[in-house]
């Protein structure tokens, strides 16, 4: 299967279809993290119409997420751009379509999730809620429920995410897709 996975950087998604023996490519404008040349470093509209038959998209969620919302007000242009491209990606002409943000107003301006996730379902002791909007995919099954044994930790340590200091890569760093939910993904849709 010929798998575009839509603003990536981390090449987790992409690099647990390479291991199913698909032929997965990651796109984003920026370079690759892990320098792989299986990363297409490009505006991911230029990329839609090369024949992919899935695509797993990431979006920056910086004008969408609800962590965001005291900012709203003042990013209404960003908001509608970023709104414009969800939607571009949503309706894109590849037969399966995953698109992967944090709770925010993809769910009120254009449609609720499909499904809801958290690390914790997926082998991590951690909290992150995630939504996926799905077409021509099941929902994920959970593969690992830790969520006893998270409990069992410090409030920051499960709330790692959110307690992230304040520094240059911090946005980059609460983006990036755990390693379990990117295992899933590619067990299950690949």
Known sequence: MKV??????????????????????????????????????DDIMNQLNNGWDMMICFPPCTHLCVSGARWFKDKIPEQNEALNFVKTLLSCNIPKIVLENPVG???????????IIQPYEFGHAE???????????????????????????????????????????????RSETFTGIANAMADQWG
């Open 4 to 41: 575009l996975i839509g603003c990536e950087y981390s090449g987790k998604v992409r690099q647990a279809f390479r291991n199913k023996g698909h032929d997965a490519w990651s796109c984003d404008i920026i370079p690759s993290d892990d320098n792989s040349p299986f990363h297409i470093q």
């Open 105 to 115: 107003i993809i769910s009120t301006r254009i449609r609720k999730p499909d499904q």
């Open 127 to 173: 909290t992150k809620k995630t939504c996926l909007w799905l077409k021509g995919v099941p929902k994920l099954n959970i593969t690992d429920n830790v969520y006893k044994e998270m409990m069992q930790l410090p409030k920051k340590l499960r709330n790692r995410i959110h307690y992230m200091p304040n520094t240059k890569n911090r946005g980059k760093d």
